[in-house]
């Protein structure tokens, strides 16, 4: 017997349940109504679980990547399961200090595709100073997985935990610089659209540790985008959000491509930003301090009272930013 | 250009890379190769992590499983995903605190089967008292994966580490139970021979814990079996370590099992059984404490000055127990 709504509404699996956007939530959800049992672990619906262990906090996440195509502009399969981990762990306010790397590859795949991919995951390691610690390798037969699929885990260690709750009415909501960019260069890949953008995948330790104290929310927009996690934290923190239609943090590029592929924009992954929550008076001080490092951070909107999630037109209307749903775009972390 | 011999000797990857045996063995050297930068982590390459955090340490673990059937006498993908990576934390010595849990679905899996597998998962979790803390699903296309895909790792707390590499001439070589019981019964479903037969698969934090002073060594033979496991505890202890023929621990049908489908019986992996090495003076009040949760628990071998691993047959002489080549048992956790 079926007992929750995902469980109860489809007979079988749908990509839509993937996506990172509303099926996805739900479906979480749902496998938290069968899997109750948390022990001593906080926020464990957050980018990163978290445990007291007494003197400081531990940080722990998992993500697993099965993008399409393996190599795109600005990184590959490998950067990107190092850098989608080390932000999980650094949104959470905590400084990243192991990752754990399993690999499941086709047989017959190249090797030297593998060590690219293993370059790659080694230079993240090194630049970033967190150390890959732990793996596993799988092997399965011809047609039995898609090339490679990585799994990366990551513990990291905090004094203080920024939560995906704390936004309040009245605090400023930042962007660490322009998003969306990682969706534009994949699906651009796949459609072969010619374009400058690159994939802005990287990871931003320093970036969030030097205004860590200041962040009320701490998110990174992947998998269904600002979208997502706008409505995340509105939900979460019980306050509405209304973005500015002049200061979208979108390059042009990131927006044609959108309408020339009929996607919504506000669900177009990044994989080295994040948006935060920060009270108004310390909102132009943390702007500042983040464009030594992307000099598009800003400011993009505001938290009031109220639920939901808005985009303030350039007439004065309010149009609803829903959770985004739907297949969205498939494999792109 | 390719610096190690894994990448040199394929131009593409073979299922004998993730059987557990010399050619993983092999890779993972290599990898290291590549990946030398660990950071202050230790045990880096036994079955976890080690990080010390001043009071206690933390050890750290991955695997993936591509077991196929995934439904067998004696367990699911779901529980052998929960056991083996609690029991890869459990071998170091530590406690298991929490685990995070990835699954890679195919567009169109049963949500009954995804539900039964869930609720697998969650039995263990809650039996173990081991929580499942931070989880990510993604969906591909069908037929980019093989049905289901899980990734698990685990974080657990020690006072005092147990390493791969302190069995000491003079020791004995003790078996939690008798072994290979899990790789027995995935053949046994896949060539459709009727056994009565089921999976080892279990955690057995408690069995460790009760005895943990007294090991030089632990490890659990899974991929690869008892032969990977001596053979590195071998190699990485400097030492030579003979089994006697007459305590063997496998059953009559596993033994049966190996002979029919010509498949090494020293490769058969369990999912719930430890090997230990334990000096001469604790070795019978060790397996006495054992053989409250299995009777089957026992001295097996013992280990001498020298190197390799050996079995003394029944009639005096010293067979080598190489460690396992070859494709071995593919998908059998």
Redesign the interface.
């Known amino acids: 017997m ?1 007992i929750s709504k ?2 109860n509404k ?10 990172g956007g509303k099926a ?1 939530w739900e ?2 959800k749902d ?1 938290r109504k ?8 906080k926020n ?1 619906g957050d980018d ?2 978290i ?1 007291d ?4 906090k ?1 940080a ?7 993008v399409d195509p393996l190599f795109f502009k600005g990184g590959d399969i490998g950067k990107i399961a190092m850098c989608g981990t080390i932000n999980d762990v650094s949104v959470m306010g905590a400084v990243p ?2 990752i ?13 595709d ?2 690219k991919i ?2 790659s ?2 230079k993240v ?2 630049d970033a ?13 011809k ?4 090339k490679i ?1 990585i ?1 990366t ?1 990551g ?1 990291g260690l905090a004094k203080n935990i920024i939560s995906n709750s704390g936004a309040k009415p009245g605090d400023k909501i930042i962007a660490s610089g322009n998003l969306g960019e990682h969706g534009a260069v994949i699906l651009a890949e796949r459609f072969n659209y010619k374009t400058k953008l690159k994939s802005d995948c990287q990871t931003f330790i320093k970036e969030v540790q030097g205004v860590a104290k200041f962040l009320h929310v701490c998110k990174d927009p992947t998998r269904g985008g600002l979208g997502e996690n706008l409505n995340e934290i509105a939900e979460k923190s019980k306050v509405k959000i209304v973005l500015d239609e002049n200061t979208l943090p979108f390059k042009k590029d990131v927006v044609a491509i959108s309408e020339l592929l009929g996607v919504n924009l506000f669900a177009f992954p990044s994989e080295g930003r994040f948006i935060a929550s920060v009270s108004a008076k310390d909102a132009g001080k943390v702007v500042k301090k983040l464009q030594k490092f992307n000099p598009e951070a800003k400011i993009i909107g505001e938290v009031e009272k109220g639920k939901g999630v808005f985009l303030k037109t350039a007439i004065g209307g309010l149009r609803p930013i829903e959770m985004p749903q739907g297949k969205l775009i ?2 792109i972390c």
Do not use: C, H
């Open positions: 079926s995902s469980f489809n007979t079988s699996i749908s990509l839509e349940l993937g996506s996805s479906f979480f496998l069968i899997m109750k049992y948390t022990g001593k672990w464990t990163a679980a445990y262990l007494g003197n400081q531990l722990f996440t998992t993500d697993a990547f099965i200090i192991g754990s790397l399993s690999f499941v590859i086709e047989e017959g795949f190249p090797t030297k593998l060590e293993i370059k995951i080694d390691s090194r100073k967190v150390p890959v610690v732990t793996g596993d390798t799988k092997v399965t037969e047609g039995k997985i898609d699929e799994t885990s513990v498939p494999r």
